[in-house]
């Protein structure tokens, strides 16, 4: 039995919308250049769009299932040290770095 992953078109998404982003904010960052220098409208990079092929959005899915489920695990332990039963916040709080460190 397959484990449950992100959905690629979530992802993908979510991706598209960051690139979408990046790219707005770098034509404002342009634009304002060239306001401020005798730049030539003509020579800077052409925009080209971003995309990921069906092979990386499965395997950026399978990475964010890793990191979850570890990030789970790890809160668990802690809230188990702690005589809780519940995931809480602080418990998060408190794995995060390590685990930021570890991915």
Do not use: Y
Not at 13 to 32: D, F, G, H, P, Q
Not at 65 to 76: G, H, Y
């Amino acid at each position: 039995m397959e484990e449950p992953t992100f959905e690629s078109d979530l992802i993908h998404s979510i991706m598209k919308r960051i690139w979408t982003l990046r790219t707005l904010e770098r034509e404002n960052v342009a634009t304002n250049d060239a306001l401020d220098s005798e730049v030539a409208a003509g020579s800077s990079k052409k925009n080209r769009t971003t995309s990921a092929n069906a092979s990386a959005l499965k395997l950026t899915c399978e990475l964010l299932r890793v990191f979850v489920t570890e990030a789970v695990q790890r809160a668990i332990a802690i809230a188990e040290t702690e005589g809780d039963s519940q995931i809480e916040a602080t418990h998060l709080e408190s794995i995060l770095p390590q685990l930021l460190l570890d991915f």
